[in-house]
């Protein structure tokens, strides 16, 4: 962990890996919430941990390497299901490269809990963790000049959807017509850190019970 000031009032903190960002994230709106931390924005990415508006910087840099950061529980808050067509004209991409069948594409995604771990490039644009290292795939070499809205799309080790249509280059396995930043709702944003979500087959049929090894829904 190394927390870096930027500016005045703000610390950016360098982790490890997505998961401790994740950790860290989790155990500063606790301190935030239990008063002992006071701070304006609390915002994660993929490696890093942006506070921006401290009360006292150089305190909380100084106490940062010995604070007691819990991992992040397996089961935390209520799921949030994001309905799916697995209809992204990827799949057959994505089946060769995961050297699976194109109904398995669908069968192991659904079957996958993810959690967003942080958001960005566009207002609602999640990127969610949760598909085995195994399942990452590489972005298109030649990106899309336009990807339709809701597109449901792998990149790496993320699944993202995107809120509106715009430029991409993510392999689009799918797609939903869940609202993903609409400025009339509060929040606006459908996806926020830490969120728990699962993808529901819609009008595809999937067993997600079928999936690869390990990746066996909980009960709902």
Same mark, same amino acid.
């Given at each position: 962990?190394?927390?870096?000031?930027?500016?005045?009032?703000?610390?950016?903190?360098?982790?490890?890996?997505?998961?401790?960002?994740?950790?860290?994230?989790?155990?500063?709106?606790?301190?935030?919430?239990?008063?002992?931390?006071? @701070?304006?924005?609390?915002?994660?990415?993929?490696?890093?941990?942006?506070?921006?508006? !401290?009360?006292?910087? *150089?305190?909380?840099? *100084?106490?940062?390497?010995?604070?007691?950061?819990?991992?992040?529980?397996?089961?935390?808050?209520?799921?949030? /299901?994001?309905? @799916?067509?697995?209809?992204?004209?990827? !799949?057959?991409?994505?089946?060769?490269?995961?050297?699976?069948?194109?109904?398995?594409?669908?069968?192991?995604?659904?079957? *996958?809990?993810?959690?967003?771990?942080?958001? #960005?490039?566009?207002?609602?644009?999640?990127?969610?963790?949760?598909?085995? /290292?195994?399942?990452?795939?590489?972005?298109?070499?030649?990106?899309?000049?336009?990807?339709? /809205?809701?597109?449901? *799309?792998?990149? #790496?080790?993320?699944?993202?959807?995107?809120?509106?249509?715009?430029?991409?280059?993510?392999? !689009?396995? #799918?797609?939903?017509?869940?609202?993903?930043?609409?400025?009339?709702?509060?929040?606006?944003?459908?996806?926020?850190?830490?969120?728990?979500?699962?993808?529901?087959?819609?009008?595809?049929?999937?067993?997600?019970?079928?999936?690869?090894?390990?990746?066996?829904?909980?009960?709902?």
């Amino acid at each position: 962990m190394r927390a870096l000031p930027m500016g005045e009032r703000a610390l950016l903190v360098e982790l490890a890996d997505g998961i401790e960002a994740q950790a860290l994230h989790a155990e500063l709106l606790r301190r935030r919430a239990a008063g002992s931390l006071r @701070v304006r924005e609390i915002v994660p990415a993929a490696r890093t941990v942006l506070l921006d508006g !401290l009360d006292e910087p *150089a305190r909380v840099r *100084a106490e940062l390497p010995g604070w007691e950061v819990l991992p992040l529980p397996e089961r935390a808050g209520a799921v949030l /299901e994001i309905p @799916v067509r697995y209809d992204g004209p990827d !799949l057959a991409d994505v089946a060769a490269h995961w050297g699976v069948s194109v109904p398995e594409v669908a069968r192991i995604h659904a079957a *996958a809990e993810f959690r967003v771990a942080f958001c #960005g490039f566009a207002p609602g644009f999640g990127y969610l963790t949760g598909l085995p /290292e195994r399942y990452g795939v590489p972005r298109r070499a030649t990106p899309r000049t336009s990807v339709p /809205e809701g597109s449901v *799309a792998l990149a #790496g080790p993320y699944t993202g959807i995107y809120p509106r249509t715009s430029p991409g280059g993510w392999q !689009l396995i #799918g797609s939903t017509d869940a609202v993903l930043w609409d400025h009339a709702r509060v929040p606006a944003a459908l996806l926020s850190p830490g969120v728990r979500v699962r993808f529901v087959p819609h009008g595809t049929p999937v067993n997600p019970t079928e999936a690869a090894p390990g990746l066996a829904p909980e009960g709902r």
